[in-house]
């Protein structure tokens, strides 16, 4: 009986542990637990996008990346920029009575700015709601190791310290994967640190304080279950740290310490480093955080700053019209490089971070994209800013990545990958395979072996396979897009100029003549003369077929409906004169205005005008603010207004306004958003203002640098003059002593002939071309578009041998036919 007493009361004793302990609460003198329980948390996310900091050391030797949003550090990459290593790091602030605890990144109102302002380094003051405490930072990294910095100045603004508790919240998500991290306390050197691994690659973060944490005041734990928040805030709160597990291992974890302030009980504030430092294993990573806490903190700071100094310094100065928006521009892209492989990310974060990229599923969990990755279109955009800038170091490196590491043995590129050239997503956009040919021409690389290698493999694949795409720049609809064909005509002539260089000059002509036609045909493609909106000619957003006039319904993306093709605009056909494949004044160009203006441009007081992706577009929040979640209302982005900023200059108009609008919709750190928010902005947000989705995008940053410089010189900087001068300058134009006068482009497509015509008939909406060939075969009625000199212009798409063309002209109510006579024309091909 006695033995089953005791084993009853043992059980007992057992349960009721565990129960003591789930519940928080914590026997004086308890000793220290070994494993944390609850794994393996919750489904991890990131942290979300809106960063007002972001910044790294300008050399190659420090590979840590830090980002920040609310007045904290928030997701810190190593050893790459495409790999993320944390969720996010912040402050806990309680009273010593324990009668509240506060989250650094709800309960503080931040204020932030750079440190130097040619410089990534920046200091923040936190101030509590409550009013009771202050938080100061100075966040930079060490030039020479793989650590992070934060210089903290915690400031009773009520008491003493003595009547506060301040924690440190860290939570790591080791190698990009938030569910698999283990983490636990150590002392290394006499050091109190928490070290985040992961098992599989081994890497790993140290964290370690010059300010001493309490004696066994440490513990790892999983998030949602057992981690320092829940302890604190979380559950029955009893505003104590109860929870101290040595260790938590394989999931999703989050670490906390409670620092020891008794040295400092009756002073105001106290100032100490805390230091997050980084490798490729515990040991390691424990070596640089104590490396650098050992080290003199004012020197690494100045070393940091002037390297950033010595980099700005170089950068072009527009005539002292350059800005700090232009210049953290250019640190921010920058910064976005991959050091070892130079590879640039689209933008370092997530999109919706803290509710998207966390699918759980029964097989694991997906959260390792977002920006952080490489796309080519992207990548081309902000490498050409660069240039323009007056660094061509860093596009060098990057194209020589996209060269060696993202295209594929047929030519063309993958759509966006990491930096190990690991692929992501895996549609066809064209663009994405002719912008590295124009970015290879910007920068001279014209040898023999790039030309045989990875241009003419890249143009070979853009003829066989264009001027159709699988996806458009906004990579969701395949078909004939006027922004795509742009780039590949450009990229076409680009490569017949790499190829004339190299003496292929059967390419050459073949890359000239298949370029010559689809510049030609594009607006026949995408060029609808029967749209639903104004007086319904205008280019469409893409095409599926080629025929803008069917009427075909095309699917949008992101829960956008499904919608006829000629209902759908967006901007992408200024990209025709961005590349410099049409004039500014070209008559199709100038017709589309209207449309988009007045279905897809607002004009935000205070701020200026900006333009959505397109109309119906879903890629944003709900209509009520809420994460985007696979369907929302897609808002304005900061991008268009600098396209059309360009298209200004091209006109020979000034881009002063624009660039005034690009400011206005930065945030106070200098910071371009992806989007920012429209005239409809939910309740409690503020139009023009950064949305959730993306702060900065490294596109948008480029984009002001280059509308910055354009402004400044009065011409496209980043145009391929190559391009302009084929399609521009040096096009055959209309005879002014000619009623009728036409130009023509050879291909094995057949042949794209542009009718010019300027008669004795005067309506001012259309003329029709009435047309056919071979005794009036194929007769066809073909729009014409007045151009500014007062010519007609259309063209079309013929046989190209031994033709005879024959045509006439009508307003719908008279004929201009020659007296009669219809004109007749004999077309061969050379």
């Not at 590979?63 to 790999?83: H, N």
């Not at 996209?402 to 590129?413: C, K, S, V």
């Not at 997503?425 to 001279?444: C, R, S, V, Y």
């Not at 500014?584 to 004009?603: F, G, R, V």
């Amino acid at each position: 009986m006695k033995r089953i007493y005791w084993f009853a009361s043992a059980i007992i004793v057992i349960l009721l542990t565990t129960f003591i302990l789930e519940s928080k609460v914590f026997f004086l003198g308890a000793k220290i637990q070994k494993e944390a329980f609850g794994h393996p948390g919750t489904c991890p996310t990131w942290s979300p996008s809106t960063l007002t900091f972001l910044g790294t050391a300008q050399n190659p030797t420090s590979k840590v990346w830090f980002t920040g949003f609310d007045g904290i550090i928030s997701q810190i990459f190593y050893p790459s920029a495409d790999k993320a290593a944390t969720v996010d790091w912040q402050f806990l602030v309680g009273d010593s009575a324990k009668t509240w605890v506060d989250e650094e990144k709800q309960d503080t109102i931040s204020q932030v700015s750079l440190n130097n302002t040619r410089s990534l380094s920046w200091k923040m003051t936190n101030t509590a709601k409550n009013g009771k405490y202050q938080i100061d930072k100075t966040i930079f990294t060490d030039p020479n190791r793989n650590t992070l910095i934060q210089q903290v100045t915690f400031t009773a603004l009520s008491g003493t310290l003595d009547n506060f508790n301040l924690y440190t919240l860290y939570h790591p998500a080791i190698d990009n994967n938030g569910k698999a991290t283990t983490g636990y306390s150590t002392t290394y050197k006499n050091i109190q640190m928490l070290i985040a691994k992961n098992p599989t690659s081994n890497q790993a973060s140290a964290l370690a304080s010059s300010l001493g944490f309490k004696k066994g005041m440490m513990s790892s734990g999983f998030v949602g279950r057992s981690d320092g928040w829940q302890d604190l805030k979380g559950g029955e709160v009893d505003n104590t740290m109860n929870w101290t597990y040595q260790k938590a291992t394989n999931g999703n974890i989050a670490q906390m310490a409670m620092f020891d302030l008794s040295p400092y009980a009756n002073q105001k504030s106290v100032t100490f480093n805390l230091v997050l430092g980084f490798g490729n294993s515990d040991k390691n990573a424990e070596s640089e955080a104590a490396g650098t806490l050992k080290d003199n903190f004012s020197t690494m700071l100045s070393g940091y700053n002037t390297q950033w100094n010595s980099y700005t310094n170089h950068l072009n100065t527009f005539g002292g019209t350059a800005d700090t928006q232009y210049y953290v521009a250019a640190m921010v892209l920058k910064a976005a490089t991959d050091k070892a492989s130079g590879a640039m990310v689209a933008g370092l974060g997530n999109p919706w971070g803290n509710s998207n990229y966390s699918i759980c599923t029964p097989s694991g969990i997906e959260m390792s994209g977002g920006y952080h990755l490489i796309w080519p279109r992207d990548l081309y955009k902000f490498a050409s800013a660069l240039i323009v800038a007056g660094d061509t170091a860093t596009p060098k490196k990057a194209l020589d990545w996209l060269l060696t590491t993202l295209q594929q043995p047929d030519g063309h590129f993958l759509q966006n990958a990491f930096a190990d050239g690991t692929p992501y997503w895996n549609g066809i956009q064209m663009d994405e395979t002719a912008f590295p040919i124009i970015l290879t021409w910007k920068l001279g690389r014209t040898d023999a072996d790039t030309y045989i290698k990875h241009i003419k493999p890249a143009a070979d694949y853009i003829v066989k396979n264009g001027p159709v795409t699988g996806q458009e720049r906004w990579e969701e609809n395949a078909g004939y897009s006027p922004g795509t064909i742009a780039a590949e005509i450009a990229g076409l002539v680009c490569a017949a100029d790499i190829a004339k260089v190299n003496g292929d000059t059967t390419s050459e002509k073949r890359y000239l003549a298949t370029a010559d036609y689809w510049q030609g045909m594009v607006e026949n493609w995408t060029f609808t003369t029967s749209g639903s909106i104004g007086n319904g000619k205008y280019f469409e957003r893409i095409d599926d077929n080629g025929n803008p006039n069917d009427g075909h319904i095309l699917h949008i993306g992101n829960g956008g409906g499904d919608r006829d093709e000629r209902s759908i605009v967006d901007s992408s056909f200024l990209e025709l004169v961005r590349h410099g494949v049409k004039a500014a004044n070209n008559p199709y160009i100038l017709a589309s205005l209207p449309a988009i203006d007045s279905t897809i441009k607002q004009t935000i007081p205070g701020k200026g005008e900006g333009w959505f992706r397109y109309n119906h577009d879903g890629y944003g929040e709900t209509s009520t603010g809420a994460d985007y979640t696979g369907a929302g209302i897609g808002r304005l982005w900061p991008i268009f207004t600098g396209e059309r900023g360009h298209f200004a200059i091209a006109r020979g108009n000034k881009a002063d306004s624009y660039l005034a609008t690009m400011r206005a919709f930065a945030n106070p750190s200098y910071m371009i958003s992806e989007q920012v928010w429209d005239l409809n902005a939910p309740s409690g947000y503020t139009p023009g203002t950064p949305t959730k989705s993306m702060t900065p995008l490294s596109w948008s940053m480029g984009e002001y640098i280059t509308l910055l410089a354009s402004n400044y010189t009065h011409k496209v900087m980043d145009m391929p003059e190559i391009v302009y001068q084929r399609y521009v300058v040096n096009s055959s134009k209309p005879h002014q002593g000619k009623t009728v006068d036409y130009q023509e482009a050879d291909s094995k497509q057949g042949l794209a002939l542009t009718i010019y015509y300027k008669g004795l008939l005067t309506n001012s909406e259309q003329v029709k071309l009435h047309w056919g060939y071979n005794n009036w075969q194929q007769v066809t009625d073909s729009l014409m578009i007045q151009r500014e000199d007062g010519f007609w212009e259309t063209t079309l798409s013929v046989p190209p041998v031994g033709t005879t063309l024959n045509f006439a002209f009508t307003d719908g109510n008279n004929w201009d036919n020659n007296g009669g006579n219809n004109w007749n024309e004999t077309i061969s091909n050379s």
